[in-house]
């Protein structure tokens, strides 16, 4: 505060940044966030956590606890699909053989993150595409960005399990061959609609199946890994042609429905307009006698 001329001037800069006489304006900017809304985000962290602690991994040649962060993150959630599924294995892939490459390594270990993007980026634009017919709702377009990152990694898996590692090119060949199938327009089912119920005497078997596949996927991973992805690949033409027949059947259906309804109307309905009158004969008789 200053005083010049018996008037007293107080500092802009220390006059507090509200008003005291409302304490609950204030108040208002420090509200509690409700525990449902901070849950997703903290998922979503973890799950990029998880992607870029993978690549870590993958450059210090741990490459088992990589392909497990992987596993981890992609169970956390969808909006860090894009490092889980694209970025992290495409690196996990270059630093473990492609970097063999050099740059043609680099070319497949980056077209295969890429791919991951854009198939994400196209399962959101067509997600409520209304053009799309019924059945069609039961499969995807193109390899889903999970499956890819989980199956590209099966040359890392047969490795774990103690076979020979195979060639750069064949690992860079089949790195791009997954990239093609999830950037497709492959239709791959999905069992979305696909709705089943349990009989209430074969709950309790079914809980013991699940855990004994969750055991048996702790003690032997990458043996289920491969045999998993080795079989997902070989169902994929199983699945466009389940496609392609209901497909037929949707366009014989919509054919036949059509037939009906132009031959809706009756075949002696009266006209909505009077018809031409007919020209008059022409008259022969002399101009006197009109």
Not at 68 to 94: Q, T
Not at 170 to 179: D, E, K, M, P, S
Request: include cysteine; proline fraction near 10%.
């Amino acid at each position: 505060m200053a005083e010049q001329g018996g008037t007293c001037y107080m500092d802009q800069s220390m006059q507090p940044p509200f008003d005291p006489r409302y304490p609950e304006l204030r108040r208002r900017r420090f509200r509690p966030i409700p525990v449902r809304m901070l849950v997703p985000n903290v998922i979503t962290l973890l799950a990029i956590c998880a992607g870029l602690t993978a690549i870590r991994l993958s450059t210090e040649g741990r490459m088992e606890l990589a392909v497990a962060a992987i596993v981890f993150g992609a169970e956390l959630d969808s909006l860090a699909d894009f490092v889980n599924f694209g970025v992290a294995p495409g690196l996990i892939l270059y630093f473990w053989q492609l970097h063999e490459l050099h740059d043609g390594g680099w070319i497949a270990a980056m077209v295969f993150a890429i791919s991951g993007g854009l198939r994400l980026a196209r399962f959101n634009a067509t997600m409520d595409d209304p053009n799309k017919p019924p059945f069609a709702s039961n499969y995807f377009t193109g390899v889903p960005a999970p499956a890819g990152a989980i199956t590209v990694l099966l040359p890392v898996y047969l490795v774990f399990l103690g076979l020979p590692q195979p060639p750069a090119m064949v690992t860079a060949f089949y790195t791009l061959l997954i990239a093609f199938l999830m950037v497709s327009r492959l239709p791959v089912f999905s069992g979305k609609t696909v709705r089943m119920r349990v009989p209430p005497e074969l709950v309790l078997p079914v809980f013991v199946g699940v855990i004994m596949f969750v055991a048996l996927f702790i003690v032997y991973p990458w043996h289920i890994l491969s045999v998993g992805s080795a079989l997902y690949l070989l169902s994929l033409p199983l699945g466009w042609k389940s496609y392609r027949g209901q497909a037929a059947r949707h366009a014989a259906v919509t054919a036949a429905s059509a037939v009906p309804e132009a031959s809706a109307a009756p075949a002696n309905s009266t006209p909505s307009f009077a018809p031409a009158a007919a020209d008059a004969p022409p008259d022969d008789r002399p101009e006197r006698l009109h």
